[in-house]
Each structure stands twice: as structure tokens, then as C-alpha cells.
């Protein structure tokens, strides 16, 4: 009997010119090109992974931002599994293309699918206080599911952008629209009106430190449960998560991956706080 494989259509937005095509490049074929010919319309690219000793297959749609093409770019949105909204961290304007897209996204689903935002180009300068401002100042910020900061040149992070898709792809819960909590002990988090989080490093991860302070300085506001979790140790905890690149955080629902800093930190954790206690306050 022939096996079958689970089939998921990804669909990558943003504006012209932030790296879409380079960042599926590099997660398909490994290779990087200084410039690419602007995506007219889409382009098909696929990979098979291995979640859960299950073959996922992943239809990666490439749809092309230039303005000219963006009302006919619509279409292809139809059938989407997840999505993947790229903007340059060079340029902050970026960030705001994203309502757009996750706006024209949501009327032609009506339903909820994972969504992650994914920071390009980290390895140029930029002002990381207009990149938090910009992100903490947009309204669609609440709707995204996970954030990674990647380079397709130098291919950080970028592996971490499909995994963590993957993996929110075998825990959703279409009706309720977020991923399924996962079985962690956070020694009676969700009772006590704590934030869940789960902080993946080791003790080679040069941006662990820094960015685990960050999250810290943030307990004054917020009462969190911060579980540690060092994945030389903790091997089957990092397999089981997909963990690829450190710092991970997971906090409530949501995934970051990379370096941030306090502003995106609160506002993310604003909202996991506000969405699983709300209600119970």
C-alpha cells in the first residue's frame, strides 16, 4: 500500500523587495543570490520534513508584493494552511504592509490559520528601536502566532521560520483558531494567573543571556512562570518542540525566535496575558 503525505499550502506576503523569494531559496535549495528577479504573480516551491515520525509535505507559495500585481496576488491566498509575512528589519515602513496583507488574508479565509512574523536582513545594520516601535504600534500584532529574526544570506534562523509552521500546523485547533496548549508542567501556571514561559538555550548561546534579563526585568510587571530548559540536556523537550536555533521563547501561545528586546517582549506578553486571563479577572 502506497503511503500518503500530508500536504500544507504556506503562503509568504510582504512587500516588494524584502527577501520573500531569498528566504524560501535558502530553506529549499540552500543557496542565496545577491538579487532575484521580482516574483510576478507566484512561484510553487515544495519540501518534505519529518514532524512527529509523519511525512509533511509543504507547498510554498511565493506571491509576488509589487503593487501592480497585489490585486490579482489575492487569489492565490485561497486554500492557505499558514502564513508567513516577511518584512525588512532595513526598512520599518515594511512592518505596516503586513496589515494589508493579514487584513485581505482573514476576508477571503474567514478562518483562523497559524501566522508568524519573519524579521529579514538581520545581518545589515538597523535601528532595532524602530523595528519595536513600529511592530508594538501595529494593530495586527495580537493576530500573529509566532516571530523569528533570520538572515536569508547567511541563513540564520531560517530553518526555525518552517519548523515552528510545521509544528503549529500538528497542533492546531482550527475551531478556536490557536495552537493546542502544549503538556508542559508549569507547576500550576494557568491556576495562579501566571504567564506560561518556556525558554530554550544552552550555555554556548552568546544571546541567551541578555535576552533572558530582558524577560526577567519584565516580572515586576507581570507575574510569569519562566521555565528554563537547556536543550543539551533536555533533548527529547527540544526534539519534541522543533527547536532549531537559540534563544526560543514560548510564551503562552506564542514563539520567538532570535533577539528582541523589552518593548516587543511586553506587548507580546500583554497579550498572551490578556487573552488566557482576561475573562478570569
Given at each position: ?49 519529518t ?32 502564513a ?16 494589508v ?120 510587571e507581570?507575574?510569569l ?5 537547556n ?51
Amino acid at each position: 500500500m502506497r503511503s500518503t503525505v500530508d500536504c500544507r499550502k504556506i503562503v509568504v506576503l510582504g512587500s516588494p523587495n524584502v527577501g520573500k523569494t531569498s528566504i524560501i531559496q535558502r530553506y529549499v535549495h540552500d543557496q542565496f543570490k545577491d538579487s532575484y528577479a521580482a516574483t510576478l504573480g507566484f512561484n510553487i516551491y515544495t519540501r518534505y520534513i519529518t514532524i512527529a515520525d509523519k511525512q509533511v509535505g509543504l507547498s510554498i507559495w511565493d506571491v509576488g508584493g509589487q503593487e501592480a500585481f497585489k490585486k490579482f496576488a489575492f487569489r492565490y491566498l485561497i486554500e492557505a494552511d499558514a502564513a508567513i509575512f516577511v518584512s525588512d528589519v532595513t526598512k520599518p515602513e515594511t512592518i505596516d504592509d503586513l496589515v494589508v496583507w493579514n487584513e485581505k488574508l482573514d476576508e477571503i479565509l474567514n478562518r483562523k490559520i497559524p501566522k508568524i512574523i519573519l524579521f529579514n536582513k538581520i545581518d545589515m545594520d538597523f535601528d532595532f528601536n524602530l523595528i519595536s516601535d513600529r511592530l508594538t504600534e501595529s494593530k495586527a500584532r495580537a493576530e500573529f502566532h509566532g516571530m523569528v529574526f533570520a538572515s536569508a544570506k547567511t541563513g540564520q534562523n531560517v530553518i526555525d521560520i518552517f519548523s515552528m509552521i510545521a509544528k503549529m500546523l500538528t497542533s492546531w485547533n482550527e475551531t478556536f483558531g490557536v495552537p493546542k496548549k502544549q503538556m508542559i508542567n508549569f507547576n500550576g501556571a494557568f491556576e495562579d494567573r501566571s504567564l506560561p514561559i518556556v525558554f530554550f538555550s544552552n550555555d554556548s548561546c552568546t544571546w541567551c543571556k541578555p535576552v533572558l534579563e530582558c524577560i526577567n526585568s519584565l516580572s515586576a510587571e507581570f507575574p510569569l512562570d519562566i521555565k528554563l530548559v537547556n536543550i543539551d540536556i533536555n533533548k527529547d523537550l527540544a526534539s519534541e518542540y522543533g527547536i532549531q536555533s537559540l534563544p526560543t521563547i514560548i510564551i503562552g501561545n506564542k514563539t520567538v525566535v532570535g533577539d528582541s528586546d523589552e518593548k516587543i517582549f511586553r506587548s507580546i506578553i500583554t497579550d498572551e496575558f490578556f487573552r488566557l486571563f482576561a475573562e478570569k479577572i
